[in-house]
């Protein structure tokens, strides 16, 4: 059968080394979604509220290959959620000593 379909052969062959990859590293994969939403929230909150950047310096300093969803920034209590992936997290302002926090998840699907 290898003989007679070798490109057919190597497509299978190269199909199960990527099941097989994919299911090594299956708790990296499924915390995959999780980042992307805390990279933005996070990173986004820090640019804008602990170095003082304008936001829409700070819109294009998070931005991702992976888009996000929905985003909002709290100018007024200093919060960002950002939602992505079927996630969402938010990041709050702490002090100028520690700068900002992810807040603990407690509804991170939607």
């Not at 915390?31 to 933005?40: D, E, K, L, R, V």
């Not at 909150?45 to 709290?74: E, H, I, W």
Request: glycine share 6%; aromatic share 10%; charged share 15%.
């Amino acid at each position: 059968m290898i003989a007679r379909r070798p490109v057919l052969s190597l497509f299978v062959l190269a199909l199960i080394l990527l099941a097989a990859t994919a299911w090594q590293n299956r708790q990296h994969l499924a915390a995959f979604p999780g980042i992307i939403s805390a990279y933005t929230a996070k990173e986004y909150c820090s640019c804008r509220y602990v170095m003082g950047n304008p936001a829409d310096y700070c819109q294009g300093y998070v931005k991702q290959y992976v888009p996000t969803s929905a985003f909002l920034d709290d100018a007024e209590h200093k919060r960002v959620t950002a939602s992505g992936l079927g996630r969402s997290n938010t990041a709050a302002w702490v002090s100028p000593q520690q700068g900002c926090r992810l807040l603990p998840e407690a509804n991170s699907t939607f």
